[in-house]
């Protein structure tokens, strides 16, 4: 029992650990604390708890006042109230204001604690500016999953300020995060299981199935309440929202709805065709991305191999993507590269763009892509996957891509919204994640590399459709109306040449 009544203050609650791991949690005296399980298992309760606990622990300052200062990140504005701000309500039972105008803020001021918490909505690295100006004690990022690294990252040198050395200091300062799995390609999980950097602990739950499962006491049903999920779920949902372990889950509706892993992945390694010059796709930010490709005579894609970092400038990641090149395409020359157009927008540092930068390190000719409207880099990267070339994909993938492999299997997603009107509804935009990027990168080489007026004529050509035979038309393989279901296994033919043993 963590029992919060001899806590100064009139924020009086009583706290069970939801089980071993959760306490530990809380006992951990790491910078960076991670907690990840199951759905149901007390983590964001166990966030919450923390922080109030923290701020009666905080040593009073010269005016007596124990003053502390926590921001709680989520991904979205409306996720934000549904849940983190829900969270905080439950625990704090209506002690304290609430300021509901963004930023969403919560105030307690009583006795000698006097405690702020600022909500905020971060879910693109553009957000880690919203964190610069920012002193605080400690900081909560709900459901880190959906959280780009870079606020993280930032988080680090905001946490620890408040209240400052006149005001007596920070007696407990840091990060704590919550979070069900993720995949195996997250920066959650290369920072807490394979890097494991200096000061970052991650407490794991068991299985909402294990004897050990935690905060059974506090479900609907105790034990029931997992086996009830098993209705209608599919293993891999199981895997992560009942057994806690990472795998990778479809979060919303793919954005490249007729990619097909069977039909546009390679069976093995493309190897870059001899004297055929690479073309370069980017995508800037701070997770810079990179596709190499190559366009064949008839107009199918070949995607070689992909280039993804993080918290990467602009002149280390054309360090890194031309040291890339240089070791798997040493007899290759690059025609172009084709980036994001925001990389046309200059710096207040020299006022050069990131396109200039990147030219000068890389010595590529580099122009942004011939569009950056929305509609028209779906169009092309659909068009691409629909079209068959003489019996052959438009498009194939290496299996040296595995980032796009994902982004294309709906890591690259719409995000789901609740819509009290018609139910079940999606985000226009595509959401920012660690896939996202790449899949980027892919629009912006197709555009300038030759399939922009395919895109801009689609509506001309749609009128005559093409012939079951293909010719570089742009005919569906996976529309009923050519034939149902889809092509058989016969109908893709492998230029054999082009895939290394």
Not at 443 to 471: E, H, I, S
Request: overall charge neutral; proline content about 7%; aromatic content about 10%.
């Amino acid at each position: 029992m963590a029992d919060m009544s001899a806590r100064p203050g009139p924020l009086q609650i009583s706290y069970s650990y939801a089980g071993p791991v959760s306490e530990a949690f809380h006992h951990s005296s790491a910078f960076v604390r991670a907690i990840m399980g199951p759905i149901g298992s007390g983590k964001s309760s166990a966030c919450a708890t923390e922080l109030i606990w923290r701020s009666g622990e905080q040593a009073p300052g010269p005016d007596g006042k124990r003053h502390t200062r926590f921001a709680i990140i989520r991904n979205t504005y409306p996720e934000l109230r549904l849940t983190s701000l829900a969270t905080w309500k439950d625990w704090t039972g209506g002690f304290g204001t609430i300021n509901a105008n963004p930023p969403i803020t919560y105030k307690l001021q009583s006795g000698d604690l006097d405690m702020e918490v600022i909500f905020l909505a971060l879910d693109s690295e553009e957000d880690v500016k919203k964190l610069l100006s920012l002193e605080l004690t400690a900081a909560w990022i709900n459901e880190a999953r959906e959280v780009p690294k870079a606020i993280l990252d930032a988080l680090t040198g905001r946490v620890g300020r408040y209240p400052s050395k006149a005001m007596g200091g920070c007696t407990w300062s840091g990060i704590i995060l919550d979070t069900n799995p993720c995949d195996d390609q997250h920066w959650f999980y290369r920072t807490f299981e394979l890097d494991k950097p200096t000061g970052f602990e991650l407490f794991r739950q068991p299985s909402g199935l294990s004897p050990d499962a935690e905060n059974i006491a506090n479900l609907p049903g105790g034990r029931g309440y997992y086996e009830r999920l098993f209705a209608g779920k599919d293993a891999e949902w199981l895997k992560v929202y009942v057994h806690g372990e990472y795998g990778h889950l479809i979060e919303g509706k793919p954005v490249y709805s007729n990619f097909r892993d069977s039909v546009h992945m390679a069976p093995g390694p493309i190897a870059a065709v001899p004297d055929l010059p690479l073309l370069i796709g980017v995508d800037w930010g701070l997770t810079p991305a990179a596709v190499i490709t190559q366009r064949l005579v008839d107009g199918r894609w070949l995607i070689l191999s992909e280039l993804c970092t993080e918290d990467t400038g602009v002149v280390r990641f054309a360090q890194a993507l031309s040291a890339h090149v240089a070791q798997l395409y040493p007899s290759h020359r690059v025609a172009g590269v084709y980036a994001d157009p925001a990389g046309t927008q200059r710096a207040q540092t020299d006022e050069r763009t990131a396109i200039e930068i990147f030219q000068e390190h890389t010595g590529w000719k580099t122009r942004p892509a011939p569009s950056n409207d929305w509609t028209m880099r779906l169009e092309v990267v659909l068009a691409a996957f629909a079209r068959l070339v003489d019996g052959r994909p438009g498009i194939m993938i290496s299996p040296n891509c595995p980032t796009l492999r994902k982004a294309c299997n709906g890591g690259y997603h719409y995000r789901s919204l609740r819509s009290s009107v018609n139910g079940l509804a999606h985000d226009e935009h595509p959401a920012k994640n660690f896939p996202s990027h790449v899949a980027e990168a892919l629009q912006y080489v197709l555009l300038g590399g030759g399939d922009a007026n395919l895109v801009m004529n689609k509506v001309k050509r749609r009128k005559a459709p093409p012939g079951r035979n293909g010719g570089g038309g742009d005919y569906d393989l996976f529309d009923p109306a050519y034939g149902g279901a889809g092509p058989r296994k016969s109908s893709i033919v492998f230029d054999k040449e082009f895939y290394s043993t």
